[in-house]
């Protein structure tokens, strides 16, 4: 990652929480996940689109532990750190589980390269909109496509643009019931739950990610940083109300999705 060696300076930067103490109320938010998973599953067919993110661990562990009958698949943009790869064989290795790869393909993937998007993304937010579209949004609608449900990792303390996530709700993107069974989960929550079950997760978050992505378009933070400041860093303009996404979160993607021309530079 390109980033990443600047983490070996004197910067004090991000570590997860190092939690040994069950939080406050986190067995009743625990016992409502497995609730709203089993749920879930009763959409069939229903998916967990898995990130590889340490939320996704926690739920990719409770499906395989409690046996619950969801598919997972996983978004090969093409352009994922090393690091999560690799993760992505260690777990399907350790839960004897796999997790599907969804890949982005076809002509406009094509015209990505044509435009340069590997550098333009810093510089046009029409261009990074629509390598997500591409790499993420569009393969995840044909991973969603004739499905009831999907499971996301989302927590609504992760940003002010996720604070009002419900735990169960249509999602009117993509046309079917959508459930984040962890909508209320703490960081603390996620660290002790991963400490306490020794769940694997990513490399990165002990070099000062705490939001994992893309490689071009994710970087380590510093302490006191919000939690998604190294996610699209370069579009944000306000550090205490960090709000973009891909696209995939958001009500409007729908829209997006239509719209998004790779000639057309100035819409957004
Ligand atoms: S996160 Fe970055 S590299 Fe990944 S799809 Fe979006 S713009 Fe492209």
């Known amino acids: ?34 609730e709203l998973l089993n749920e879930a599953a009763t959409y069939t067919p229903c998916v967990f689109a898995h990130s590889l993110s340490a939320e996704d661990m926690v739920l990719f562990h409770l499906i395989a532990t409690h046996r619950i009958d969801v598919q997972s698949i996983a978004l090969d943009t093409g352009k994922l750190p090393t690091a999560t790869l690799e993760l992505w064989r260690r777990v399907e290795t350790i839960y004897s589980r796999r997790i599907e790869r969804r890949t982005p393909s076809g002509p406009r993937l094509a015209a990505l390269s044509d435009v340069d998007a590997d550098s333009q993304i810093y510089e046009s937010k029409h261009i990074r909109a629509l390598c997500c579209q591409i790499r993420k949004t569009e393969p995840l609608r044909l991973a969603l496509a004739g499905k009831r449900a999907w499971v996301t990792g989302l927590r609504r303390a992760q940003s002010a643009g996720r604070e009002t996530i419900e735990k169960n709700s249509f999602d009117v993107t993509f046309q079917l ?28 978050y002990a070099k000062g990610f705490a939001s994992i992505g893309c490689d071009p378009c994710t970087r380590p933070i510093r302490v006191n940083e919000h939690p998604r400041a190294g996610r699209w860093w ?6 205490n109300t960090i709000k973009s996404e891909c ?6 993607a729908n829209a997006q999705a239509g ?10």
Not at 234 to 239: A, G, K, V
Request: net charge negative; hydrophobic share 35%.
């Open 234 to 239: 370069w579009e944000q303009t306000d550090p």
């Open 177 to 204: 019931q959508k459930f984040s069974p962890i909508y209320l989960w703490s960081d603390e929550d996620i660290w002790y739950f991963i400490e306490k079950y020794e769940i694997p997760h990513s490399t990165l």
């Open 247 to 252: 696209g995939i979160h958001v009500a409007n």
């Open 259 to 268: 719209s998004l021309d790779l000639n057309d530079r100035t819409s957004l």
């Open 1 to 34: 990652m390109t980033t990443s060696s600047s983490t070996t300076s004197s910067i004090a930067w991000y570590s997860p929480p190092r939690v040994t103490t069950e939080p406050v109320g986190f067995a009743a938010r625990l016992t409502e996940t497995i």
